[in-house]
T-cell receptor, first 112, second 114 residues
Framework: AQSVTQPDIHITVSEGASLELRCNYSYGATPYLFWYVQSPGQGLQLLLKYFSGDTLVQGIKGFEAEFKRSQSSFNLRKPSVHWSDAAEYFCAVGAGGNKLVFGAGTILRVKS | SAVISQKPSRDICQRGTSLTIQCQVDSQVTMMFWYRQQPGQSLTLIATANQGSEATYESGFVIDKFPISRPNLTFSTLTVSNMSPEDSSIYLC???????????FGPGTRLTVL
């Protein structure tokens, strides 16, 4: 069965520092991978996705993610974090039938 | 991406009652999904709702507890029946964009059951 692991429940970074959020997936075929962000009291907003092709994908708000098949990973990165990036981040894998399986989420705190 | 709205945005209900949540999208979509996000948890798929067919429920979710309607290509409802405090969650609908193979989410309905 498909699964997604986000090993970090909470991460705190200083404003202006770089960020990497980890995501590992389990899926038998070539995965469809997604990162979503959820701000407090909000729904989920798509940051970026990977289906095929270039393994480094660019998203909105300056985020990027790199697909590494050998490591079954799809880590999210941002070179310089802004206070407005504080939110919860979810990695998801397409599980067939257009379903999504989500990781547990990582809560990002940004300190000034 | 589609614009999705949900009503109500939040509600506080008494145990034993039922609440119907509406999801409206601004374009026609074939596939809609309903998710539950329990406090401090990730999202769990409740069911897939395709227009013109019965909803398909995931393991652990049953139609008697979570009946779903999908009367047309822009609208769906999820009812949470005979509620208990364990049903306190955020309920989110999403739609699949066929052109991008991507799900887009509504703002969610925050339900508290007393």
């Amino acid at each position: 069965a498909q699964s997604v692991t986000q090993p970090d429940i909470h991460i705190t970074v200083s404003e202006g520092a770089s960020l990497e959020l980890r995501c590992n997936y389990s899926y038998g075929a070539t995965p469809y991978l997604f990162w979503y962000v959820q701000s407090p009291g909000q729904g989920l907003q798509l940051l970026l996705k990977y289906f095929s092709g270039d393994t480094l994908v660019q998203g909105i708000k300056g985020f990027e993610a790199e697909f590494k098949r050998s490591q079954s990973s799809f880590n999210l990165r941002k070179p310089s974090v802004h206070w407005s990036d504080a939110a919860e981040y979810f990695c998801a894998v397409g599980a067939g039938g257009n379903k999504l399986v989500f990781g547990a989420g990582t809560i990002l705190r940004v300190k000034s | 991406s589609a614009v999705i709205s949900q009503k109500p945005s939040r509600d506080i209900c008494q145990r034993g009652t039922s609440l119907t949540i509406q999801c409206q999208v601004d374009s026609q979509v074939t596939m809609m999904f309903w998710y539950r996000q329990q406090p401090g948890q990730s999202l769990t798929l409740i069911a897939t709702a395709n227009q013109g067919s019965e909803a398909t429920y995931e393991s652990g979710f049953v139609i008697d507890k979570f009946p779903i309607s999908r009367p047309n290509l822009t609208f769906s409802t999820l009812t949470v029946s005979n509620m208990s405090p364990e049903d306190s969650s955020i309920y989110l609908c999403s739609v699949l964009s066929k052109s991008t193979d991507t799900q887009y989410f509504g703002p969610g309905t925050r339900l508290t059951v007393l």
